[in-house]
């Protein structure tokens, strides 16, 4: 069993920042996915187990910026913040493959709310 543990979350500003945090109990290929009111979940960043490969959505590439340590914490660095990235943002872990494609694992999800 994979134990996920998500911090950073809360409220900004339009055009603010937030950094969000998911230490896992092992090392794995990590994502973020947010979820909002009425809509599916949907991708926001991922990388590779080694770090080496990053990959953002259109949505919020050029904002947003995941990254790793040398252990099991990924961090998602949110910036220039926007009303509709409003959402509960979840942390994924895919034990089987070297990238996120099936996550198995999710965190517990963390609030994020941009408004003015």
């Known amino acids: 069993q994979v134990q996920l543990v998500e911090s950073g979350g809360g409220w900004a500003q339009p055009g603010g920042s937030l950094r969000l945090s998911c230490t896992a109990s092992?090392?794995?290929?990590m994502g973020w996915f947010r979820q909002s009111p009425g809509n599916d979940r949907e991708f926001v960043a991922s990388i590779t187990y080694k770090g080496a490969n990053k990959y953002h959505s259109e949505r919020v590439r050029g904002r947003f910026t995941i990254s790793r340590d040398t252990r099991n914490t990924a961090y998602l660095q949110m910036n220039n913040l926007k009303p509709e990235d409003t959402a509960v943002y979840y942390c994924?872990?895919?034990?089987?493959?070297?990238?996120?494609?099936?996550?198995?694992?999710w965190g517990q999800g963390t609030q994020v709310t941009v408004s003015s």
């Open positions: 092992g090392r794995y290929a």
């Open positions: 994924a872990v895919d034990t089987e493959h070297a990238r996120v494609e099936r996550p198995d694992y």
